[in-house]
């Protein structure tokens, strides 16, 4: 199978991750034969002997420095809002954060919807549909309206209204539905299998958005100079991040670009939907039942039963990492705490990486000394805040001073 040399793209095909199945990758595609995700695969032979890991380090610190390793051919213009490169903010204890806040719509959806939606318009779509526990439905909305495109979203009906605000303003479609995110999804595959010409932006339904997540890991081998932490924290729904930055490492290696020791991956849920925990420490090889009842308010890990669980577990393994989950008022106190001491507004599901660690560290699971990236993937601003009362004494101090001031 030819390799797209001429238009400057280095994928080679797709691949079924099931199966190791060869599919063309010049033609829309969903699932694969056998049910299970696609993943883009690259000649890294060639990309090792063409690419100067100096000349892309010198290029703009931002998403699309990464090109190469990216889907898009030269003729395909990317669909950018700006997705700048993430800091990494020491929080003391070998901790630092990769603020994922920083990009557009204030989550790290942005990455995996710019190069999803680019590829949709490349490939003439013009109507999209995702089921969306809140932030990947506010980046495809935002996405679509750049490129020109219809947008659909399918939310539960307890999404922060704040997020179906923002997925408003982008000017999508928004149906609420009851249930979780895993009844929205039936809703976009049942609709996408009817309604000609809508595509179904799920995750892991197309191939697309774990190549723009895939960055995440690209920019942490940079970032660290070409070595790589010991451990990685990120909360897991339905865990394109996750497969996306071992991915990106296992191709970095091939190229030569890291050695050494990979990072211990750590997937992080909640006590109220925790299926990957329970499927990896039961030694299942996958999710086998939807995680019931769901009661956790952390909105990102609210998947009950992840398309991607072989992956996320093989992940596990290979990467000698673990499953933790961690209670909502843990992740409350977190957040609460972090906030007040550090200046750091961590999102829900940021803060139950912090929490984890906190945990991991107390049971010895991690070392205090290790270095440990704890994933804050969207914004704090995108939780709904506590009301704020003035105080009897606050009410008092104002009082007196306006007195002397004159009203």
Known sequence: MQTSRSSGSYVSHLECSRTGERVEHDRVHGLSASGAPLLVRYDLNRMKADLDRDLICSRTADMWMWRAFLPLDAETQPVSLGETMTPLIPAGGGIMIKDEGRLPTGSFKARGMAVA??????FGKTELAVPTAGNAGAAAAAYGAAAGMNVNVFTPEDTPKVTVQEIVLHGADVYQVPGLIDTCGKIVRAITATETGWHDLSTLAEPYRLEGKKTMGLELAFQFGWSLPDVIYYP???GTGFIGMWKAFQELRHLGWIDGKLPRMVSVQTHGCNPIKLAFENGQDDVEEPFSPVTT?????????PLGGRLIIEVLRASEGHACAVSDDEVMRAQAQIAAQQGINLCPEGAACLAAHALDVAAGKTGPEETAIIFNTATGFKWPMPDVKPS?????????YMGQIGR
């Open 297 to 305: 308010v952390v909105p990102g890990v609210r998947v009950p039963k």
């Open 117 to 122: 939606v680019s590829m949709a318009r490349h």
């Open 392 to 400: 009897a004494a606050s009410r008092a101090l104002v009082e007196r």
């Open 236 to 238: 897991t729904g339905g």
